[in-house]
């Protein structure tokens, strides 16, 4: 399996047979290394409704045909824009061709960001995928919460995807805490640099994440990890 940081909270997942976004935020992220009419996707999963994670959910799903898979209100709001869904929420695991998603619980916001005001959109989550053997942790936005240390006591992490931005998410103090309680065999930072709000030093937090023996990877935008 091979993940792509496309910059802030947005990856694409290769597997033996297919591509998979989460959070496909591309326009307006100065980061993104492709344009959202560029990117290839079977299925986008999205954490939140927040416009830096639901992004170009929209425009990837109408013009690829990707399964787009999001918490049930998300999904509604979703559905009504012509995009095929399959809603899911906390808790909740199902086994889709392209590879197994569960959602888990994040503490944050989840209102859609829509030219008429904000929607109702939920619970935020965070995302469990596995394919190919590998089960990876995408947190999407939220604080530290000690449960962290039952997601990864259920499902054993090859990768845990963490944010380091703080103001709006964990800031480095509380994502090292949380790559402890999680004990993945690697950590990759996320959402942090895209904004000056969120700028974060992400090399000394794979250092400090390393210090507690634990793999941890610098990922730039455009750049992949294979686990
Ligand atoms: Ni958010
Ligand atoms: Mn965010």
């Known amino acids: 399996m091979k993940v792509t940081f496309l910059g802030h909270a947005a990856v694409s997942i290769t597997t033996n047979s297919h591509t998979i976004l989460i959070d496909p935020f591309l326009t307006g ?5 492709v344009k959202a009419d560029e990117v290839h996707a079977d299925a986008i999963l999205v954490t939140h409704g927040h416009g830096d994670h639901l992004g170009d959910t929209v425009a990837i799903a109408k013009r690829t045909g990707a399964l787009v898979v999001a918490c049930a209100e998300l999904s509604g709001w979703l559905k009504q824009q ?3 869904v399959h809603a899911m929420h906390l808790g909740g695991a199902h086994e889709f061709p392209f590879g197994w998603v569960k959602f888990t619980l994040a503490f ?3 209102g859609i960001d829509t030219p008429q005001g904000m929607v109702y959109g ?3 989550v965070g995302i469990l995928f596995r394919a190919d053997g590998k089960t990876i942790y995408h947190a999407g936005d939220t604080a530290l919460f000690s449960d962290m240390k039952l997601i990864s006591q259920r499902h054993p992490l090859d990768l845990a995807m963490l944010p380091i931005g703080d103001n709006y998410t964990m800031g480095p103090d509380d994502a090292l805490y949380a ?3 999680l004990a993945p065999k ?3 930072p996320i959402h942090y640099d895209t904004f000056e709000l969120i700028r974060q ?3 000394a937090f794979v250092q400090e994440v390393r210090a507690k023996g634990i ?3 610098e990922v730039k935008p455009g750049e992949s990890v294979k686990i």
């Open 29 to 33: 992220n100065a980061l993104a290394p």
């Open 108 to 110: 944050h916001g989840a």
């Open 186 to 188: 690697a950590v990759m």
């Open 215 to 217: 793999q941890a990877y």
């Open 82 to 84: 012509g995009v095929s």
């Open 122 to 124: 939920g619970n935020p």
């Open 179 to 181: 790559a402890e309680l």
């Open 201 to 203: 030093d992400a090399h």
